[in-house]
């Protein structure tokens, strides 16, 4: 059983472009969170999204960021005009659909994001 | 608001011996689960342990135990016959328990162990 797949796992961007982070979720979850780890930094997270629906994006910055679940196909962090403050490294977690208690959180080996 | 506060920046111990690293919490829930994650070198998030707040018993995973205190809201990390692989940074992580938005998990600055040979 695949674990969690992020891709990249390492991403350089200039500033004013914009950033695709991926995430697929292990074989049979459909709840997808992101996380952010800044250097030093324990992770903090961003946004909890299931199948075609956000759950609780309350850790999303208001600007430039934003995520999608779709129906098919991987999770989507996109990050709008990159600043140099974004460079982080990007997690991606999933855990069980409903039903069976999402408590355990599977992680990704993240993104590494570079703004140059 | 959760809070988890890991104080010790950095620790170290010698191969095969016992360590135990510390983790203190804040919440005004009765009903959560707690964990310990470990970011190797690698930086991949590993979990390494979870406890259940309704548990009285104290998790265990073979050479890793946790002492589960409650009322004091505190949740150590021990490690036993400890192996140069575990050198790693390791997180503990607060959950709500419950339906809704409570999944997100709340983690501490994080305490880097080094296993020294």
């Known amino acids: 059983n695949a674990g969690v797949m992020q891709n990249p796992r390492h991403l350089v961007r200039r500033r004013g472009q914009e950033a695709r982070l991926r995430c697929s979720p292990m074989?049979?979850?459909?709840?997808v969170y992101w996380y952010r780890q800044l250097p030093e930094e324990g992770l903090k997270f961003m946004v909890y999204?299931?199948?075609?629906?956000?759950?609780?994006e309350s850790g999303m910055p208001k600007e430039r960021f934003s995520a999608e679940f779709p129906k098919e196909g991987p999770s989507i962090l996109r990050i709008q005009q990159v600043v140099r403050g974004d460079s982080a490294a990007y997690f991606c977690a999933s855990s069980p659909p409903a039903g069976t208690p999402p408590d355990t959180q599977y992680f990704g080996p993240g993104t590494r994001l570079t703004v140059l | 608001a959760q809070t988890v506060t890991q104080s010790q920046p950095e620790m170290s111990v010698q191969e095969a011996e016992t360590v135990t690293l510390s983790c203190t919490y804040d919440t005004s829930e009765n009903n959560y689960y707690l964990f310990w994650y470990k970011q190797p070198p690698s930086r991949q998030m590993i979990l390494v342990i979870r406890q259940e707040a309704y548990k009285q018993q104290n998790a265990t995973e073979n050479r890793f135990s946790v002492n589960f205190q409650k009322a004091a809201k505190s949740f150590s990390l021990k490690i036993s016959d400890s192996q140069l692989g575990d050198t790693a940074m390791y997180f503990c992580?607060?959950?709500?328990?419950?339906?809704?938005?409570?999944?997100?998990?709340?983690f501490g600055k994080g305490t880097l162990l080094t296993v020294n040979p």
């Open positions: 074989k049979g979850h459909s709840h």
């Open positions: 992580a607060f959950m709500k328990q419950g339906g809704g938005s409570n999944y997100k998990l709340t």
């Open positions: 999204l299931q199948k075609e629906n956000i759950i609780d």
